[in-house]
Each structure stands twice: as C-alpha cells, then as structure tokens.
C-alpha cells in the first residue's frame, strides 16, 4: 500500500520574504539599466523583459530555501499556537 505524501502549505513569510526579493531584483535591475551605458543585459530580450525575468532566479532560490528551511518551534507559546 503506497503512503500519500501531504505537501505542507508554504507559510506567509516564505510568501512575503519571496515577493520582497523579486520586487527588489525588479528595483535594482531597473536602477541598473537606467543608469547604465548600456541597458541591454541579455541582448536578445527587450530590456522591459529583462526587468521582469532577471530577478526571478533570486526569487526561485529565496522560495526554496524559505519553503525547505525547517520551522523554528517556539516553546514559549500556548500549544495552540505553536
């Protein structure tokens, strides 16, 4: 008989930490093609593409980690709370 695996939910804060790094990838790529002499990052995209796709390999590793890192039990809560 085979077990069925129960995928855990992915917490909020792996949620907010994971929209906060990609909201700050998007900041700083767009800082950096602003000031630069040269925008084009990868020379095959149009760099409004660029703005959006660079910060999404940060923000895939971010999610991971955050959903993968183990839950920090705090014993000083009430047992509903933990």
Known sequence: MSKVKVKAPIEAKVK?????SYLA???LVAVIQAISDT???????PDW???ITLPLLPTALTAATGYKA???PRPDLPA???
Do not use: N, Y
């Open 39 to 45: 925008p084009s990052m990868i020379a095959f995209l």
């Open 16 to 20: 907010a930490m994971t929209l906060a």
């Open 25 to 27: 990838g998007v900041a």
């Open 49 to 51: 593409i660029e703005t």
């Open 70 to 72: 183990r839950h920090t």
């Open 80 to 82: 509903d709370q933990r």
